[in-house]
């Protein structure tokens, strides 16, 4: 687990060498990837742990203004003069960086014996609401695409409706085809 529940066992029992070794191990690889200024206040820390919990104290203060900002620009997101490709990546952009400030709660039974079923469940609304806030911000012209979509079993993944969409998107924009006659 990387929640720190699992503790440092005693010095004396087998398992503390390897403790210790991965201790270490996390503990440089902390060390080596923070500034030299957060390194000089954390470097006397002798758990990993211990760091861990200094800098999330520090660090991790929820950030109110840019989750409402991110929330303000999906909401206002649309396709308009943008290719599917553009749309599709500011969309993910914004979405994954507002997962990443405000992530969906998790569920806490012990591992692997889940009883609650919540992460599936939330995993599938936050799905349905990333495929719905990309349909609502597509162009007009998709209208018929869009509901062909809407009406699937199961709906599709935000990655395979952008897909689709894509597919639709070339066909439009190549041009017709000509057919050359020959006569022998």
Not at 66 to 74: G, N, P, T, Y
Not at 136 to 164: E, H, I, W
């Amino acid at each position: 687990m990387n929640d720190g529940s699992l503790v440092k066992p005693a010095s004396n029992t087998a398992l503390y060498a390897f403790w210790h070794r991965c201790n270490d191990m996390v503990l440089s690889w902390l060390l080596n990837s923070i500034s030299n200024d957060i390194r000089d206040i954390v470097v006397y820390f002798s758990t990993a742990q211990e760091i861990w919990d200094d800098l999330s104290v520090r660090f991790s203060q929820g950030n109110v203004p840019r989750i409402f900002q991110l929330k303000k620009e999906l909401t206002a997101l649309t396709q308009g003069s943008m290719s599917i490709t553009a749309y599709f990546t500011k969309l993910r952009t914004l979405t994954d960086e507002l997962n990443a400030l405000s992530p969906i709660p998790k569920c806490i039974c012990p591992q692997n014996s889940c009883t609650c079923g919540v992460n599936g469940k939330l995993e599938a609304y936050e799905q349905l609401n990333n495929l719905s806030q990309f349909l609502m911000g597509m162009n007009d012209v998709f209208t018929s695409k869009r509901g062909q979509m809407l009406m699937m079993q199961p709906l599709p993944t935000l990655s395979q409706a952008y897909s689709l969409l894509l597919q639709e998107e070339n066909q439009r924009t190549s041009p017709p085809c000509s057919v050359v006659k020959t006569w022998l």
